[in-house]
């Protein structure tokens, strides 16, 4: 496996906070997983800063995640496929160009059907947005990897199941499924459907079933599920920490905790 945390590099940017970079190193990760649209309106400059950094800290960039801002809606009346291709065609240069090798397609916001728009209709709008971006991706030699949300996120895709049926319906090969254990919590039920997609499944993101905390030292039982799948599936790719810090920790410590739980050899 390779382990990485989410980490917002344009908001570490402009925070002065680059050297967290350190950290995720020093502790053993090996990749960060950015935020596309956060580095959407970054500069060219920024974007130097940024690459700049990662090989400073000799730490990887493999993946990014929220693809769509939430004010750019994919689904429903204000959906516009001119305006999500040019959106593509100026983000995913600046993804390739510090390292992205998986852009998550999650995006709640951006495709929450609205109130009264046919559902049927809403993901055929997200399959042929998703298809246009797995299309730009492809040319920089990235994959696009499908998120299931919570239904306290969205409305659209809040099921494994839903979402390897979008993967294949678009049928790209650069498109694939993410394997949000969040998302999922404890549902054995939504389990078991990652099994189903196995083939197709590319990422995955991990967090406290619940409390969304960084799973730390004493939560082996509540991760279990998590690493059984994977093991099910034959999976050997890149899982990301998505989470929120623990509070009574310092950022160094929930690093530390969160490596030695996942490398404790589920």
Do not use: W
């Not at 590099?9 to 402009?14: D, F, G, M, N």
């Not at 728009?117 to 991706?137: G, I, M, N, S, W």
């Not at 994959?143 to 949300?149: D, Y």
Request: charged content about 20%.
């Amino acid at each position: 496996m390779q382990y990485g945390i989410c980490l917002n590099l344009a908001e570490a940017l402009r925070a002065g906070e680059l050297d967290k970079l350190a950290a995720v190193k020093s502790t053993g990760f090996t990749y960060v997983e950015t935020n596309a649209a956060a580095l959407s309106s970054a500069s060219e400059a920024e974007i130097a800063a940024v690459r700049s950094a990662l090989g400073r800290h000799g730490i990887a960039c493999k993946c990014a995640n929220v693809l769509f801002p939430g004010t750019m809606k994919i689904v429903g009346a204000e959906a516009d496929m001119a305006e999500i291709g040019g959106y593509l065609s100026s983000v995913m240069p600046k993804l390739a160009s510090i390292g992205a090798e998986i852009l998550v397609l999650g995006s709640g916001g951006s495709r929450r059907v609205p109130d009264g728009f046919p559902r049927d209709e809403a993901f055929c709008q997200f399959c042929a947005a998703a298809k246009l971006a797995a299309e730009t991706a492809g040319e920089y030699g990235i994959k696009i990897a499908l998120e299931h949300l919570s239904p306290k996120e969205t409305n659209l895709l809040t099921t494994v199941g839903e979402a390897v049926s979008a993967v294949r319906k678009i049928d790209r090969t650069n498109c694939g499924l993410v394997f949000d254990y969040y998302h999922i919590g404890h549902s054995t039920d939504e389990i078991a459907q990652v099994y189903e997609g196995r083939n197709v499944l590319l990422h995955t993101h991990i967090a406290l079933p619940g409390s969304r905390l960084y799973p730390m030292p004493g939560d082996e039982e509540a991760v279990r599920p998590f690493f059984d799948m994977l093991k099910k599936c034959g999976y050997n790719g890149t899982v990301s920490v998505e989470a929120n810090l623990r509070a009574d920790k310092s950022f160094e410590e929930n690093l530390a905790g969160a490596y030695a739980l996942l490398t404790a050899g589920f």
